[in-house]
């Protein structure tokens, strides 16, 4: 088990839930949920701000047994966790896995994920935060909500409680090739970009081609123009679905 369901820290404010798991008097298992983050981190050091009157600002610290895995692909499984629960709950949403790791509700973000990673004493340690929109008045021009009416703590709660579920599976997906790749399949069929072309630039060259799936790394698999095959690590500043 990564997370335990009755270990949760509920907060009213907190800098960023990511920052407070990192402290050394938190135990690993344990996670935070917040009704405010005055300083959320997204990917490449972005400021990450859910929106709305309704949001979860949530973060776990866990450890792993598996050691065959990239952070990436790590990071692709919390996603695909975060994705399932919202599933269950919003079985009528048309919700997709945006790689690496946002939720997109048609085409807008309904949900940033960030997965951290630090070594204490030779043993790695992860935290996996996560930011949902649930509800709101404003509209938004790249975000979107997932009710249109609030819904109340106790619906979020249930909603973490999903969360963690989905969470603790990973640790049984990572343990045979077999899980991995069913996993990739699956995140894949509920794929904002599968089919969808894209262009970017990786070592250097700029091309174009269609998304295919996802390697063992956690890496996007692209077919490009000239039918070669390439790896993306991450999506830059060019990344772009055409």
């Not at 996996?128 to 008045?137: D, T």
């Not at 295919?212 to 500043?237: A, H, Q």
Request: with cysteine.
């Amino acid at each position: 088990m990564l997370l335990d369901k009755e270990c949760g820290i509920q907060l009213e404010t907190v800098d960023s839930t990511n920052t407070y798991c990192k402290k050394k008097e938190i135990p690993t298992g344990y996670w935070v949920l917040a009704k405010e983050q005055t300083a959320g981190r997204g990917r490449h050091g972005r400021v990450w701000i859910s929106q709305g009157e309704e949001k979860v600002f949530f973060s776990g610290k866990f450890l792993l047994s598996a050691t065959n895995f990239s952070l990436p692909l790590l990071s692709l499984f919390i996603g695909s966790a975060v994705l399932k629960a919202l599933q269950h709950h919003f079985p009528n949403l048309s919700l997709k896995l945006k790689w690496p790791n946002d939720i997109y509700l048609e085409e807008k973000k309904v949900s940033g994920i960030l997965i951290e990673s630090e070594s204490i004493d030779g043993t790695s340690i992860f935290i996996a935060g996560i930011g949902i929109n649930i509800f709101g008045n404003e509209k938004l021009a790249t975000s979107e909500y997932l009710s249109e009416t609030p819904l109340g703590n106790n619906f979020k709660l249930n909603l973490i409680y999903t969360i963690i579920k989905f969470i603790n599976e990973i640790e049984f997906i990572l343990s045979n090739p077999n899980t991995i790749q069913k996993e990739l399949d699956w995140i894949y069929e509920n794929s904002f970009l599968r089919n969808k072309k894209i262009q970017t630039t990786q070592n250097g060259e700029f091309f174009t081609g269609n998304v295919i799936g996802y390697d063992r790394n956690g890496f996007l698999i692209v077919k490009k123009e000239d039918e070669s095959l390439v790896s993306i690590i991450d999506t830059g500043p060019d990344f772009k679905v055409i």
